[in-house]
């Protein structure tokens, strides 16, 4: 708040003005810096409509320090002229007076000195006239006296150029009466209190405005991890389509289970050291590949590379049943690759994964549920590319097409599980298996924009991404 | 997934048309092909060492072509012209012939008892008259490369040689010999070298070191001889600079030795196979006979298409099946189609791939699209039913959910903590590229620390949780370990905030319905825990039974996971719970 005198000084004498006033000349009528009054017409402003102000600029002219200088002891001309005495003033002397330069050369063009080259002693210069006028002073005089209007635009135009004038611009205000217009301010309230509101004194006081341009202030409280609110839209979805969640509770699992099983022979590349954790320690516990298949192989402990083997473990218990009965599995969780790190990579990342099981079921229902899942993720136009996969025959590799990109994208893979799995197990002939797989953190970086998988997944994330994450709704 | 890369014009040239590299594009999709790149050797030399480097390097365009891991009939130029042409019904499917040669006897492969300790089988043919010109002669030679890298395992289960005929002369013997007693010139070197001093020689070869590994440690290694005694190769790792073939080469001698019989086998027919159309007598391999140690002898290359029958009876299906290289013919019967499968198509191995290729030449995206009648009722999983609604309620309680990685170094979930390995219970990894995934982790709490030491610049307080699984050892379980649900959470601030950690403890406890008090209840007591500051741990108990702990963590703990400010935290067991 300005200071609340000159506030009122200022209501004052807005009120005994008619029309209104400047800023600018009340400033000068009461002596004041201008800003001073500026300061208390703004803190009016924001008591409501006391005052009314608008902002306007005017330009005047005003003299620079060397025209402060001329008004005062007269133009460099003018000034040469006196000094010089009747028998004249060598032009070396006269050249080392402050305005001897300027004045010598003006003055000559005025015809008011003479220079005499011949003169012995070297050149020397006489006075020619005795009365002169100072029109430049004389201009200069009226402008400090503020009659610059005066003047032809010629005349302030040739004086700028001399750097003796300059025209600035002022910022004022043009002060009028507000509709609530007074000579005494009342306080401000800025918050409604209990205490008001129990005596009812809100009634008659103000309140300060709002400021709605701010921001609020942020809640305090806990946030979701993007990845895992991606993880629970593709849990509602495959409990929305009835399917039921496999326990994948075992991060540790037998190469029986994540590789032979799934018909991936022993000398399968997807075995090599360089793709699966293997674990240390004691092992625990068909041949159309035609290879010497080992037990030891089998029993090799490993970080699972897939949540297919805890799908064939459930495909492997669906057929110790003593009636098949058909079923929906899905799951999402985590799988261990012992692969090259990069942008997009990790040693570890997510599975999602959807089973059918059923007598006859077909491609074209394995296309169909396709269909329907992608859709519920807002993912409508689908094509599909044949594949190669141990497991599954068919295979397919399911492309979508990507308008952001205006191309068709890898989005899952899918296929028929092989006889060769199935039948070992026990299932029945004429059940069919279809299945399909996908990354969770692919979907999700693409939903929230990261480049860098290690700012979403692991201890690098950027927790102000968690905090600012909006809602995940897959559809939209 | 190999990648094959071709030259653009000299594909176009052998299909017969041109295409855009849309249209291109399109044709890989529907035969199961992907077009991964389009580039040129300048391209790829700019990329890989600078344009300075690329400068004067051929711009042909060149198109990178994904193959599924099982068509190794398709790694090379040949191979994929033959497999579009018939896939767009341009040509018929070849046959492939075996031939006897037609004035002598066939050429003979002996094995010896030796390689059976190192190398035990081997097999091979001949390719009679056939024409290289430099396009078929690269081909031919990254052909094999392709098969070393894929289905030969980087050479470990086969190895292929292949040799100017005419410059040898059988009966070729496959024996094997103390490195020391084997002596001959290498391919591309000037003189002759033992078996130890090539096996010193190529320590720096940047491609053939990697193969030293496969023998290295034998007593014998693997060789094969003419009857004159010239060395033809020694597998897997060289061939002999003698017999090499050049432009000039009319035949060609192929052996393949290996561990794997069945591999070898698959290994010749594809040399053979592709390369055929190029003999004089176009797709006939002249046979070649190798000779076991006990007197058996056995005629290759195999090249018998195997059959297959079918239960389906369209002939729609019989003419999709032959645009695939699958002869197919309905039986009289009407019933059935028996289907003649290519020795190019060793990926065929049940009706199930058969009918997949069908439905390629029908085209997946033209099946229609069908919704199952399987009727199921969902069931979620209790532990992540009861995960996910935690979750939830921690969030409203006011912490941040973090996402840490199963695996971690043993120091993390130890020496960090202030704990002796032997007492995690962790399963350690026997082969980790970095000390990063050492261990399964079996605490949340470390990942915690890390996602806390990771955002110091946050504003305090920090407030973190994770619902997740940890790994311990369990004798009980088939693979010796479980994973076991827990909940973590960290208060980190100026103060150590242990009532903000007890409170949230509190919490839980409410959202589980399990009320304060002894028995049945809950309750919190005094318990000693190197990880915590003494006197400021206690273990927690529900129902009766040690459900985890909470505290103050010691200031070395701080410190070594580089953080500055006093932490508290709170770990428990959920499965208690369900």
């Known amino acids: ?476 | 997934m190999p990648t094959v890369s071709v030259k653009r014009d000299l594909l176009f040239h052998a299909l017969g048309r041109t295409y855009t590299d849309e249209e291109f594009d399109e044709l890989c999709f529907e035969f199961g092909l992907e077009l991964d790149e389009i580039t040129s050797e300048k391209d790829i030399i700019s990329r890989e060492q600078g344009d300075t480097k690329a400068e004067g390097a051929s711009d042909v365009i060149l198109y990178k072509i994904d193959v599924p891991a099982n068509r190794y009939d398709l790694l090379c130029l040949e191979g994929l012209v033959r497999g579009l042409q018939v896939f767009k019904q341009k040509m018929e499917a070849p046959r492939y012939r075996r031939v006897s040669p037609a004035s002598s006897e066939p050429q003979r492969l002996v094995i010896t008892e030796e390689t059976t300790a190192v190398r035990p089988h081997a097999v091979a043919a001949v390719l009679r008259n056939i024409t290289f010109t430099q396009e078929r002669y690269d081909s031919f030679i990254e052909l094999q490369e392709k098969l070393h890298q894929n289905v030969c395992r980087k050479r470990t289960l086969v190895a292929i040689g292949t040799h100017d005929l005419d410059t040898i002369s059988g009966p070729f013997t496959y024996t094997a010999k103390p490195p020391g007693d084997i002596r001959f010139k290498p391919l591309n070197q000037a003189k002759e070298y033992t078996a130890q001093e090539l096996m010193s020689l190529y320590k720096t070869d940047s491609h053939l070191r990697h193969y030293l590994h496969i023998i290295e440690d034998e007593a014998v290694y693997p060789v094969i001889y003419d009857s004159n005694g010239i060395v033809l190769s020694m597998p897997p790792i060289i061939n002999g600079d003698h017999s090499k073939i050049s432009l000039n080469t009319k035949n060609v001698f192929i052996e393949c030795t290996a561990t794997d019989l069945t591999k070898a086998k698959i290994v010749l027919d594809m040399m053979v196979t592709m390369f055929c159309e190029y003999c004089e007598e176009p797709f006939t391999v002249e046979e070649a006979e190798v000779v076991y140690p006990d007197g058996r002898t056995c005629q290759y290359p195999v090249l018998y298409p195997l059959t297959i029958t079918l239960h389906e009876s369209t002939e729609h299906i019989a003419q999709l099946l032959t645009k695939m290289c699958l002869r197919s013919e309905v039986m009289s019967d009407g019933e059935q189609i028996e289907v003649e499968i290519p020795p190019t198509r060793s990926d065929v191995i049940h009706a199930c791939d058969i009918m997949e290729d069908a439905a390629m030449a029908y085209g997946f995206n033209n099946i229609p699209r069908t919704t199952p009648r399987t009727y199921t009722i969902a069931n979620q999983l209790p532990l992540n039913k009861l995960s996910e609604l935690l979750r939830q309620d921690l969030a409203a309680a006011g912490f941040t959910e973090a996402l840490t990685f199963a695996l971690c170094s043993q120091e993390d979930i130890a020496d960090k903590l202030l704990k002796n390995i032997s007492e995690t219970r962790a399963c350690r990894i026997s082969n980790p590229k970095t000390a990063e995934f050492q261990v399964a982790r079996t605490t949340l709490l470390s990942g915690l620390l890390k996602t806390v030491a990771a955002n110091r610049k946050m504003p305090l307080p920090l407030r973190l949780f994770e619902i997740s699984d940890v790994v311990l050892k369990d004798e009980s379980k088939d693979v010796g370990a479980r994973n076991n649900r827990r909940l973590c959470a960290v208060y980190y601030n100026k103060s150590p905030g242990f009532e903000v950690i007890h409170g949230l403890m509190d919490r839980v406890m409410q959202l589980l319905e399990i009320k304060p008090g002894q028995g049945n209840g809950y309750h919190i007591q005094a318990a000693d825990d190197s990880t915590f500051f003494p006197g400021r741990c206690a273990e927690i108990f529900a129902c009766g039974k040690s459900i985890g702990r909470l505290g103050v963590l010691h200031p070395d703990v701080i410190n070594r996971f580089e953080l500055t400010m006093p932490c508290s935290a709170l770990d428990i067991d959920i499965e208690h719970f369900l």
């Open chain 1, 1 to 476: 708040m300005a200071d609340t005198g000159l506030v009122e000084t200022l209501l004052r004498r807005v009120e005994k003005v008619d029309g209104g006033l400047d800023s600018q000349d009340v400033a000068t009528s009461l002596g004041v810096d201008h800003q001073a009054i500026v300061g208390a017409v703004k803190s009016l402003l924001a008591l409501g409509d006391v005052i009314s102000a608008d902002q306007r600029s005017s330009k005047h002219w005003e003299l620079t320090g060397e025209g402060c200088e001329i008004a005062e002891q007269g133009s460099h001309e003018a000034r040469v002229v006196s000094s010089i005495p009747e028998e004249g003033m060598p032009q070396s002397q006269l050249m080392k007076l402050a305005f001897g330069k300027v004045g010598f050369s003006k003055a000559m063009s005025n015809k008011w000195i003479r220079l005499d080259k011949g003169h012995e002693g070297g050149p020397r210069i006489f006075k020619t006239v005795e009365h002169l006028e100072d029109l430049v002073r004389d201009k200069l005089l009226l402008v400090q006296k503020g009659q610059a209007s005066q003047l032809e635009e010629k005349e302030k135009n040739e004086l700028k150029k001399r750097k003796l004038l300059s025209e600035v611009t002022v910022k004022s205000y043009w002060i009028t009466k507000g509709s609530c217009f007074s000579t005494t301010i009342t306080k401000q309230e800025t918050e409604l209190t209990p205490e008001m509101i129990a005596s009812g004194s809100w009634k008659e006081k103000k309140f300060k405005p709002y400021n709605f341009e701010a921001l609020g202030v942020a809640p305090d409280c806990g946030h979701l991890h993007p990845l895992m609110k991606v993880r629970t839209q593709f849990r509602q979805i495959f409990l929305e389509m009835g399917f039921t969640e496999m326990p994948t509770n075992n991060f540790i699992e037998s190469s029986f289970w994540n590789f032979d099983s799934l018909f991936q022979p022993q000398q399968h590349p997807a075995r090599d050291q360089h793709d699966t954790f293997f674990l240390s320690g004691e092992q625990l516990g068909v041949s159309v590949y035609k290879y010497d298949w080992k037990i030891e192989e089998a029993q090799k402990n490993i970080l699972r590379t897939h949540t297919t083997a805890v799908s064939a473990r459930m495909l492997y218990k669906l057929a110790q049943q003593e009636k098949f009965t058909p079923v929906k599995y899905f799951s999402i969780d985590r799988v261990f690759r012992n692969e090259t790190l990069d942008a997009t990579h990790l040693a570890e990342f997510h599975q999602i994964e959807g089973v059918v099981a059923d007598y006859g079921l077909t491609l074209g229902d394995l296309m169909g549920i396709l269909h329907q899942f992608f859709n519920k993720l807002g993912i409508t136009k689908l094509r599909f590319k044949p594949a190669y996969n141990p497991y599954t025959e068919p295979s397919m590799e399911v492309f979508s097409y990507h308008e952001g990109l205006k191309k068709w994208v890898e989005v899952g893979n899918s296929g028929m599980f092989r006889p060769e799995m199935l039948l070992p197990m026990g299932l029945p002939e004429g059940v069919t298996v279809i299945a399909w797989g996908l990354s969770l953190e692919r979907p999700t970086m693409i939903k929230y924009g990261i480049n860098n998988i290690r700012e979403l997944v692991g201890h690098k994330v950027n927790l102000q991404m968690v905090y600012d994450s909006p809602v995940c709704r897959l559809d939209s």
